[in-house]
Structure formats: C-alpha cells, structure tokens
C-alpha cells in the first residue's frame, strides 16, 4: 500500500526529473552549437594562413592564402568546371562503391557464417589485400582499356577489402551466448539470421561501409589519373602540370567536401537500422 507520503515523493522525483530532462529545442541547439564547432579548427587555421601571408610572415607561393583558394573554386564554379568535374568523380565513386560494398557484404557474409568458405577464400582475399592500389592500375587498363571501366574497378577494388573485413569480423564476433539463447527458443537458421545475427553485426557493418566509402574517394584519385579527361583527379594532375598550387589545393579541398557529404548522406540513410541501440554516444 502506498501512502500519501509515497505519492508525493514519486510526484517529486517525477518533477525533478522533467527539470533534469533537457527539452527538444535545448537539443536541438546543443547539436547546432556542435555543428558549429565542427568548423572552428579549419576556419582558424585558414585565418591564420592568410594572416601570415597578407602582413609578410609567409610567402604563399607554393601554399597560397585561403582568399586565393576561393578564388579558384569560384572561378571554377562560375565557369561550371568544378560542377562537371566534381559530378564525375561522384558518378565514378558512387558506382564502384557499389559494386565493392555489394561484393564485400556477399563474401564477407559467406566467410563469416562457414568455416569451410573461410578457409577457401580468405588466404586467397587477405594476400590481394596486400597489393597496392597502384599496382591494379596497369592490369586493368590492359583488360578493361582506360575509359570508365578500369576506373570503377579500380574504385570498387579499394571499397570492396574494407567492407568484407568489416563484415565477416562482426559476423565472427558475435556474442556466443545470444546465438545459444537462440536454439534454446529453438529459431530456425533463417530467423536466427534476421532476428540475432542481422542486429548484432549492422553497427559494425555501418563502420565497414563507411570505410569502404572514405577509401573510394582515396582510390578514385588514382582512378582519375588512368588518363582521364574529368573529374576532380584531372584538376589535381591538370594544377600539378601548369604549375597551379592553388588549383591543387582547390581540387583537394572538393574532395574534402564531397567526401564528407557522401559520409553524411551514408550515415543518415543507415542511421534506421542502428536506432534500437542504447549507446553512450547518445548521450554525451
């Protein structure tokens, strides 16, 4: 029985825990003051550049000030260049990303669940892990020629290590005890698979996607220099030739961009499959 007592101290804790409790609109401006931050340490180190540069601290010549650089993206922008070329090198990644993370996720999944699979084709991937991406250049322009082919198989090549490693470990580390707990409520294979399996390797597999894509943008740079006409590769060999750093630097930080859209764009369409987990991420 509880009496009024009780009543009003569970009123109270009840109370104090709304107080405690930050509101939807203290959120949302705790995570756009986060968003902000993000941007403060390349801000001020482009501020102190141009800084050094314009009162005679630095020459800037092979470095040039960041007013330069935005120069150069503007001009580019205003011409359409950065558009085409930047929409190439998407177009290449966004194929060979898929390509690699489908390969990865079929591979990764079969070397994970068999023991037999494993040992017949994980030698055999972890040794051509081991080639550099440098050396598959002459070997597909010879079988594929040096038009878009040899490009997104070269870029699929750089996704696919990543998201089979990243696969088959999280199928392999699996808790023993929660595939138990599954023959005990006597789960066939299938519903094992989706109702254990599946939610316990999505997180890992979100990270193992995301790596593959951060070493698509690496590999497409070595893609765009098979002899290709467009994408942001071509402005970085295109600077390097005419003697442009700031044309370099303009390519480098497209890059940086789009890479971290794509990123975003790729947490944000994953982020459903991992809403059920209880981390500490979600609440510092």
Do not use: C, N
């Amino acid at each position: 029985m509880t009496g009024p007592a009780t009543s009003q101290a569970w009123s109270s804790h009840e109370g104090a825990a709304a107080l405690a409790a930050p509101t939807s609109t203290e959120k949302r401006r705790v995570f756009d003051w986060r968003i902000l931050l993000g941007f403060f340490l390349p801000v001020a180190i482009a501020l102190l550049w141009e800084a050094a540069v314009t009162f005679g601290f630095a020459e800037g010549r092979l470095v040039p000030p960041p007013s330069r650089i935005i120069a150069m993206l503007w001009g580019l922008a205003q011409t359409g260049e950065l558009w085409t070329h930047a929409w190439m090198t998407l177009w290449r990644v966004l194929v060979g990303f898929i390509i690699g993370a489908l390969s990865g996720i079929v591979l990764g999944a079969l070397s994970g669940s068999s023991q037999t699979l494993r040992q017949l084709l994980d030698p055999t991937l972890q040794a051509l892990r081991a080639i550099p991406s440098i050396a598959w250049v002459p070997l597909f322009i010879l079988w594929l020629g040096i038009f878009e082919a040899s490009k997104v198989a070269l870029i699929a090549v750089g996704v696919f290590f990543p998201v089979y490693l990243g696969i088959a470990g999280a199928i392999l580390s699996v808790d023993r005890k929660l595939v138990e707990v599954g023959h005990v409520f006597r789960l066939s294979r299938i519903q094992l698979a989706r109702r254990i399996l599946l939610p316990a390797v999505l997180p890992e597999a979100v990270i193992a996607l995301r790596s593959g894509l951060g070493l698509g943008f690496m590999f497409v740079v070595a893609a765009e220099f098979m002899g290709a006409s467009e994408g942001l590769g071509y402005l970085l060999v295109d600077g390097q030739q005419m003697g442009k750093p700031d044309q370099i630097l303009a390519a480098i930080i497209a890059f940086a961009i789009l890479g971290k859209l794509a990123d975003s764009l790729l947490l944000v369409a994953t982020k459903p499959l991992v809403r059920w987990q209880d981390t500490v991420r979600e609440r510092l």
